[in-house]
């Protein structure tokens, strides 16, 4: 199993701020996540690889920042996503996640959602899990009395994808989860989901993610998921 908490080191992800005025930041909270969801599957006698289990961005290079260090260029980000998906590849890993938290211009909205990509070989696997991921956390949350949307579970071929003018083509896929690119872009070679758990930009949801319990919930919804794609537990 190979954990990828999103963003690290100068990449903070989103940021939002708690209903206390508390200041949450995506980067630490993937971590936190994955860590977690790490401790529980190797207790259940799972060998679990991680991208990063501090606040950094292995594989990076002082070239991939901007001229201050103050920031990833566009070629260093799609750098340290390649490298992301390299170590995925070299863990050998059965299946990866990709653990992320979601903001958007408006305070009010809110839920969960989680990606695959259909263009890949293991389309229908990567499907199946990320709707494992999906209904176990909004399983999980209507257990626990959390009304949260449930955004449900989305081929990332159906986003506004960003244009990552490095790979000399317009990339309508999630890097991560795409296919690769000829002389760009190596692709994972297993399947893969990525999760935008909750909404940082909702006041209600960043305080609830920031308490211990909340995240706690989170990563034994995905450690049951991913024992549920591997036939285990």
């Given amino acids: 199993m190979f954990l990828d908490p999103g963003h690290g080191g100068l990449d903070t992800g ?5 209903m206390n ?30 991208y990063r289990t501090d606040d950094s961005l292995p594989g990076t290079v002082r070239s991939d920042y901007t001229a201050d260090q103050s920031a990833l260029t566009p070629k260093g980000l799609l750098a340290n996503l390649q490298n992301r998906i390299d170590r995925a590849n070299a863990s050998g ?16 909205v809110g839920g969960s959602e989680t990606y695959y990509d259909g263009a890949r070989p293991f389309a229908t696997q990567s499907e199946r899990f990320a709707n494992l991921v999906q209904e176990t956390w909004i399983a999980a949350l209507r257990a626990n009395g959390y009304d949260t949307p449930d955004r449900g579970v989305a081929d990332d071929q159906d986003l506004v994808a960003e244009d990552y003018g490095t790979l000399g083509v ?15 872009l190596q692709a994972s070679n297993m ?9 940082l930009s909702d006041p209600v949801e960043a305080t609830a993610i920031n308490q211990p319990t909340m995240q706690d919930l989170l990563a034994r919804a995905l450690a049951r998921a991913i024992e549920r794609y591997l036939g285990v537990g």
């Fill in 170 to 184: 317009f990339y309508h896929h999630l890097v991560l989860l795409g296919p690769p690119v000829p002389n760009r």
């Fill in 93 to 108: 890993a059965r299946v990866m996640l990709s653990i992320h938290f979601n903001a958007f211009d408006d305070p009010a």
């Fill in 191 to 199: 399947p893969s989901a990525l999760i935008e758990a909750l909404f």
């Fill in 14 to 18: 989103a940021v939002g701020t708690t």
């Fill in 21 to 50: 005025g508390n200041v949450v930041m995506e980067k630490t909270l993937t971590l936190a996540i994955a860590l977690r969801t790490a401790t529980l599957l190797r207790n259940a006698g799972l060998n679990v690889a991680l």
